[in-house]
């Protein structure tokens, strides 16, 4: 089946697992249109629409299809059936999260005040549209051959690539370009009348499930109970409650999903494998960035911008250090019509780009040590399943390059570099790492060491290369002829290094902290380390608001002049409930609600996103202790992944302790070898063992071969005599292995 508008087919393994393949597809095509029920799909084909459909449990609420479909690209849409005796009969195609109380409705189809729409009746549903409840969508006016009914779309809809529906029945979804929904309406006779939400006044958006634990009321104060506008929101009909309703335990890949979306990090794109990063992911970006970038330039680095296109002839120059890698790289082919002179590719990584350059400015030693650093993006056209963050086509990272007179001054900088590293996963983002350098067979070919910052996910039991610092040796300085007067007036060719952080490490720190609420953020990198929710009740008077409002100001000044991230939440559509349930998903480290009472008292009521730990505090102790709360938990969430990473830290001796170490996802210490016949042997024979057991986890993995990690710098003893794992031979070292990502 081909995807969606050319497209080539998403590799997701989470789409892969609910579609129909090809054969599968065209069977139960031809089996619905003989029946004559389910005859969308073949009018579709018939169209020459290239859709995709996906199989799953049956799914009557439009939460139950996020619940199956919610991490699929495109939008899922409600459908209702509307009816008013003397008007007419609608039907309703909106975006999943749309208000569509009848009200609200009627307005948008300006039917006037005395319009009086109801929900059609089942009787009606089937008599008209012939399809149950629960399985409506548009394309069901292709049963509406009397044109009874009037089809009317939510205009935003239009603005989405692809939309997500089902195909006159609840257990398949089609995914659609919009644009061919459109098309397909009209050859069924229908001119959509469309929707525009944005010009009437917009009802509370629907948000996350309200706690499940009572919101914090005490009856005297009027603590959180819902105002006017949740009530009326609560009781909408069909309303998308989006809470995390998958735990990271049960299926870590779709809660990952939901993390990262309902966070406001992520968006999807209709390119597989390139993701929006939202402010809310850019930010985190930023402060890694902002610290990175303040270090290395006090170890002498300078940035600079070198361009995004590479000429065919310069990426091709070095063919023995492209090789392994060509399949990656994505061409320019043409500008307009006409086909360039020379293809051009996209940077993969600027080797090839820079080191003509460092040929020409390097002509002394004088000229030495040269450290430049860019901080860009980079293409690489991976076919492995993308992973927003972790394993994205485009992303963004520093490289940096350095060219030294000694091979001393280079091996200093990639350990400056290795140790910084370290320092953004450990004391910014709280993720602890374990540094080392790879095997033969791991490591950059161009190079001569390649170094490595190793993370460990516990969710998934696998491993992560964090980052990566290489010794390039004089290789790249042969290979480009970067030559240079040295002090005895001799000619020399420098000593490089080569060294990159990436987006990956935003995901990896999602993975780490995040828990079945959503995102939990280290106080170092959110975006906003405190938010203020002042309790207003609708019942509150005119006076009292205002102060509870001013009083929620002074605590947020007084805040920011301590320089803490705060963001005040003064929002009035909202409930308290909900902006906590909201914070909580995109996982501000903490919480700050002010009622009536605190104004009376002077107090503030603070909780901890980490431990959900609540302490009222007077308002004379609110900075300070804020600020060392937020130390607290940056350390707390750092020690609670060491904890779980270093339970699953395990030293093994022999082989027939290892698959079952793998199983029990385990990264794992082993005297080694350290061949790579042994290495070959040992990826060969994981996966052989993973996939001939009982393990689920083996079987839908991307892979179930262990691969080295690192041979840790910090190396446990090894006694003389201690045998290799796998060979028998005697061990040179200790190395860690794990499933990796
Ligand atoms: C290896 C080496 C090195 C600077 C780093 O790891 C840090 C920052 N570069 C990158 N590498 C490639 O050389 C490469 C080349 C091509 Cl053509 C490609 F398509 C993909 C690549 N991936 C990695």
Redesign the pocket.
């Known amino acids: 089946m081909t995807y969606i508008a050319g497209q080539e087919i998403m590799t997701d393994a989470a789409v892969a697992s609910l579609s129909l393949d090809d054969k599968e597809l065209a069977k139960e095509i031809e089996a619905s249109v003989e029946v004559g029920e389910n005859a969308s799909l073949g009018k579709l084909k018939e169209l020459g629409v290239s859709f995709k459909l996906y199989s799953h449990p049956e799914t009557a609420t439009i939460d139950k299809q996020a619940e199956h479909l919610g991490h699929l690209p495109g939008v899922l849409t409600k459908n209702l059936l509307l009816r008013d005796k003397k008007i007419g009969t609608f039907l309703i195609t909106v975006l999943h999260d749309r208000p569509t109380d009848t009200k609200t409705i009627a307005k948008l189809l300006k039917l006037g005040g005395k319009a009086n729409l109801r929900f059609a009746d089942e009787e009606t549903l089937e008599g008209l549209l012939k399809v149950k409840r629960g399985a409506v969508s548009a394309l069901a006016v292709l049963n509406d051959t009397g044109n009874a009914v009037t089809l009317a779309m939510d205009k935003a809809l239009m603005e989405q690539p692809i939309v997500n529906l089902h195909p006159l029945r609840n257990d398949r979804t089609v995914a659609i370009p919009t644009a061919a929904l459109l098309q397909f309406v009209h050859a069924a006779g229908h001119e959509p009348t469309m929707l525009d939400f944005d010009s009437v006044p917009v009802a509370p958006p629907p948000g996350p499930v309200p706690p499940k634990e009572k919101n914090r009321s005490d009856s005297k104060n009027g603590g959180d109970k819902s105002t006017a506008v949740a009530k009326a929101s609560a009781s909408t009909p069909g309303q998308t409650l989006l809470g995390i309703d998958v735990s990271k335990k049960d299926n870590f890949a779709l809660w990952y999903t939901r993390v990262i979306t309902y966070s406001e990090m992520i968006d999807y794109y209709d390119i597989s494998g390139c993701y929006i990063l939202r402010p809310w992911a850019y930010s985190i970006w930023e402060s890694i960035q902002r610290w990175l970038d303040a270090e290395i330039k006090e170890l002498g680095v300078e940035n600079s911008y070198f361009p995004l296109f590479v000429p065919k002839s310069v990426?091709e120059r070095e063919k023995d250090?492209?090789e392994?890698?060509?399949?990656?790289?994505a061409w320019v082919t043409k500008s307009g019509d006409s086909d360039l002179a020379e293809p051009i590719?996209i940077r993969?990584?600027?080797?090839?780009i820079m080191y003509p350059l460092f040929k020409k400015w390097i002509r002394s030693h004088r000229d030495l040590p040269l450290c430049l650093n860019q901080w860009s993006n980079v293409v690489?056209?991976e076919f492995k399943d993308p992973t927003p963050f972790l394993r994205s086509r485009e992303f963004l990272?520093q490289?940096?390059?350095t060219a030294h007179a000694t091979f001393e001054e280079s091996q200093k900088m990639v350990m400056d570099i290795l140790d910084l590293y370290k320092k953004v996963y450990e004391e910014l983002l709280a993720v602890p790492v374990i540094q080392g350098r790879k095997t033969e067979m791991e490591r950059?070919p161009?190079?001569d060491i390649?170094t490595t910052v190793e993370a460990y996910i516990h969710g998934s039991g696998r491993s992560v290369q964090g980052a990566?610092?290489?010794n390039l040796g004089q290789n790249f300085g042969k290979m480009f002829e970067i030559q240079y007067e040295d002090k005895a007036g001799g000619h020399a060719v420098p000593w490089q290094t080569?060294?990159?952080l990436t987006t990956r490490s935003i995901g990896v720190m999602i993975m780490a902290h995040g828990d079945d609420k959503g995102l939990v953020l280290p106080p170092r990198v959110a975006p906003k380390q405190v938010v203020v929710i002042p309790i207003v009740k609708a019942s509150l008077s005119a006076e009292n608001k205002a102060a509870l409002q001013s009083y929620a100001e002074r605590i947020t000044t007084d805040l920011k002049a301590a320089k803490i991230r705060v963001h005040l939440d003064h929002r009035d559509n909202y409930t308290p409930g909900w902006k906590y349930n909201h914070w909580e998903q995109k996982g501000v480290p903490l919480r700050l609600e002010v009622g009536p009472m605190d104004l009376d008292k002077g107090t503030a009521r603070m909780v901890r996103r980490d431990s959900g730990l609540k302490v009222d505090l007077a308002g004379e102790a609110v900075v300070h202790t804020v600020l060392h709360v937020l130390e607290e938990i940056q350390a707390n969430l750092f020690a609670k992944c060491k904890a779980e990473r270093d339970k699953k830290l395990v030293k093994v001796w022999e082989w027939k302790d290892f698959v079952p170490a793998l199983e029990e996802k385990c990264v794992i210490l082993t005297p080694f070898v350290n061949e790579t016949e042994w290495e070959e042997e040992v990826k060969r024979r994981s996966r052989e063992e993973a996939l001939a057991g009982e393990s689920e986890d083996a079987r839908t993995a991307t892979s179930a071969a262990a691969k080295t990690l690192c041979i840790p710098f910090d190396q446990p003893d090894l006694s003389p005599g201690t045998k290799c794992f796998v060979s028998g031979k005697e061990a040179t070292c200790w190395v860690l292995w794990g499933r990796s990502y």
Not at 324 to 329: L, R, S
Not at 348 to 352: D, N, V
């Open positions: 990426l250090h492209i392994g890698f060509a399949p990656e790289v590719a993969p990584t600027s080797e090839t690489r056209w990272w490289e940096g390059h950059f161009g190079g390649t990566t610092s290489h080569s060294w990159g």
